[in-house]
């Protein structure tokens, strides 16, 4: 028999026979209730009896027509009461019959009496009355007597239903009992034993014993379990031997594995210290680029230096006409000879990484006008109208380096003017965008020509070193092809971009954003520059090249200052133990000893007589930003780049 079943039979049973008692149950309950109610109908008739007779014991004690009417009323309500009464055995049935027999004669007394009341009064009426009165009592007597005999009977019948609903309950929870007892039976003996007969093939199978196989349950669900159990077991067991294979495989692969890494991890160290070797000498490579650019920049602008300065001297001396226009033409080709080496050394400083922005304030409005003004000459020299125009919200006073950005415009406009030969060229600067929050301003500058233009298959490669519009630009224009491509690298060093339009024979748009932080202006201090510049100096100048000494010589001395001179760094600090001097200009490679060795003896341990803190200006061919500020740290308070200016000479003079 399957186990569902007989779970379900018991349950039936068990429900069945708890339905019937609980029936029993209510039908006794039921008759509790009727008999309660009856005890209360008969309490309320007796207490009705009650004081029926204590009326009529008043009534005969004296003739009151008040007690008369009380007697009438309460007989009716005795009446009603034994009205509801209902028998529920013979026995009730005789003591209802005699109680109603004695109210309908109750009932005929009670008018004789109101009948004698009602009489002329006399002795014999009295006396009557007296009688009527006793048999009244004697009456409600009996009705009284019977119900009391119907009390007792009804709570002997609700005491012997009290007993069987006892019983009946008793019954209920035996039945309950035995009905789970069997079901506990049936459990025990269908389940329990089955499920632990599960339980301990489920404890073989975790320890591992896969080998093991659940016996027969019999024909019930718990079977078709344990042929399932003993499917999983099988599965189970196979997979093992399974995973064991696998494992083996696995160890013989990672044994291969570890080879191979082990044969990669030899390879890659071999590579990395390969790599290192490598780097090392890409480093010693870097550092010896830099250092044959420093030292190429220094070898080509000292004599660079003499020839532009014995040219401007020659000029400052010349009166002959004739004379002149071969010296201008000889400063022309020395500056551009001077721009050419400068672009090749800023290429080759930003392919190694080396240039850095400068920050200084300084007036946008001042030095674009002084940066064009030079170029607008050019232009109207070509019969070209340039025009330039700053925004009314573009700021005047910013931070940035104003060097580069004169650089990347002198590039851009000179372009302009080179490759334009009628026409105009518009410079426009306006700002783009709100300030950012730490203050910087976003300028774009537009410069929009007339010229020749850029053919379209060659825009794109317009900004790559050595590329020029057009594949005869050298021939007639001349320069090398680096000066875009240095404008767009100085572009984006400053958190830019540059872009380009052109249509060949129409003219082109050159456009690039850079952004600078706008500051306050700097207040002018009374006796500042403006203030000193005509003050007489005694300047030692130390120089070891005759020919760049020379030249600052005649520049110092025509500007009235008092030039001595000395040719190495020793000499240097020995004149200065003369005393008196209010300036050195000091070049960086000398003989026996450098401007820079000299310049840290006088700021850590000069020698007797001399100041500690002379001021020191650099004189150096070098054009690397890195070389300037090592030697900086020397102790210089300013530097002059080679080749010296007249203009760059007069505004460091002017501070000291």
Not at 206 to 216: H, Q
Not at 598 to 619: C, M, Q
């Amino acid at each position: 028999m399957r186990i569902r079943s007989t779970m379900w039979v018991s349950f039936f049973a068990s429900l069945s026979v708890s339905v019937l008692i609980v029936g029993l149950l209510f039908f006794v309950f039921q008759k509790i209730d009727q008999d309660i109610k009856r005890d209360r109908q008969y309490n309320d008739a007796i207490n009705v009896a009650l004081h029926l007779n204590n009326l009529l014991l008043q009534l005969l004690h004296e003739e009151n027509p008040r007690v008369l009417r009380q007697v009438r009323d309460v007989r009716a309500s005795l009446t009603k009461a034994l009205g509801r009464f209902a028998s529920a055995d013979a026995r009730e049935e005789e003591f209802l019959q005699n109680i109603l027999s004695n109210n309908h004669e109750l009932g005929s007394i009670l008018r004789q009496f109101v009948e004698e009341q009602a009489g002329p009064g006399e002795a014999s009426y009295a006396r009557r009355e007296t009688i009527l009165a006793s048999q009244l009592m004697i009456k409600v007597g009996y009705i009284t007597d019977d119900i009391g005999r119907l009390l007792e009977v009804s709570r002997d019948r609700v005491a012997s239903s009290k007993q069987n609903a006892v019983f009946l309950f008793v019954l209920f929870i035996a039945v309950l009992l035995v009905t789970n007892g069997i079901i506990f039976y049936v459990s025990n003996s269908s389940l329990l034993e089955k499920v632990s007969t599960l339980q301990e093939g489920t404890k073989r199978i975790a320890r591992g014993d896969l080998g093991y196989r659940v016996p027969d349950l019999g024909n019930n669900e718990f079977s078709q379990m344990a042929r399932c159990f003993n499917d999983m077991a099988g599965r189970l067991e196979a997979s093992r031997f399974e995973l064991l294979r696998k494992s083996d495989e696995l160890k013989r692969a990672n044994a291969a594995l570890e080879d191979r890494v082990a044969q990669r991890t030899l390879a890659l160290e071999q590579e990395i210290a390969t790599r290192k070797v490598t780097e090392e000498r890409a480093r010693q490579a870097n550092r010896a680029k830099s250092e044959f650019l420093a030292n190429m920049s220094h070898e080509i602008r000292t004599p660079l230096n003499g020839i532009m300065g014995m040219v401007h001297l020659a000029r400052m001396q010349s009166l002959d006409r004739t004379t002149l226009s071969y010296l201008e033409l000889a400063d022309a080709s020395a500056q551009h000879l001077l721009g050419i080496v400068n672009d090749v050394l800023d290429i080759a400083k930003m392919e190694a990484g080396k240039i850095r922005l400068a920050r200084q304030a300084f007036d946008l409005r001042r030095e674009f006008e002084a940066t064009l003004t030079p170029l607008r000459i050019a232009a109207q020299g070509k019969g070209v109208v340039l025009d330039h125009a700053v925004a009314p919200d573009v700021a005047d006073h910013v931070v940035g380096d104003v060097g580069r950005l004169r650089q990347v415009l002198t590039n851009l406009v000179g372009n302009a003017v080179k490759f334009t030969g009628q026409g105009r060229i518009d410079v426009r600067v306006d700002r783009e965008g709100a300030a950012d929050e730490a203050g910087g301003q976003r300028l774009r500058v537009t410069i929009r020509d007339t010229g020749i233009g850029v053919p379209a298959d060659r825009l794109e490669r317009i900004f790559e070193s050595f590329e020029q519009a057009h594949t005869s630009a050298h021939a007639l224009y001349g320069g090398t092809g680096l000066g875009l491509s240095i404008a767009k690298r100085l572009v984006e060093l400053m958190g830019g971009d540059i872009r380009a339009e052109s249509r060949e024979g129409e003219g082109s748009t050159f456009a690039f954003t850079i952004r600078l932080e706008v500051v306050a202006p700097a207040p002018q201090e009374p006796g500042s520059a403006a203030a000193t510049a005509g003050r007489p100096l005694r300047i030692l100048v130390a120089e070891d090249n005759p020919v760049n000494r020379l030249y600052i010589q005649e520049l110092l001395r025509q500007l009235g200052h008092q030039v001595l001179l000395a040719g190495t760094g020793r000499e240097a600090l020995e004149t200065l133990a003369q005393g008196g001097f209010d300036l050195v200009l000091m070049d960086i490679r000398m003989p026996e000893m450098g401007g820079d060795e000299a310049t840290r003896i006088i700021r850590t341990s000069p020698p007797d007589g001399v100041p500690r803190e002379v001021p020191i200006v650099a004189l150096t061919a070098y054009a690397l930003k890195d070389e300037i500020d090592r030697f900086m740290q020397s102790g210089f308070n300013a530097y002059l780049t080679k080749p010296v200016e007249l203009e760059s000479l007069k505004r460091m003079l002017s501070t000291f």
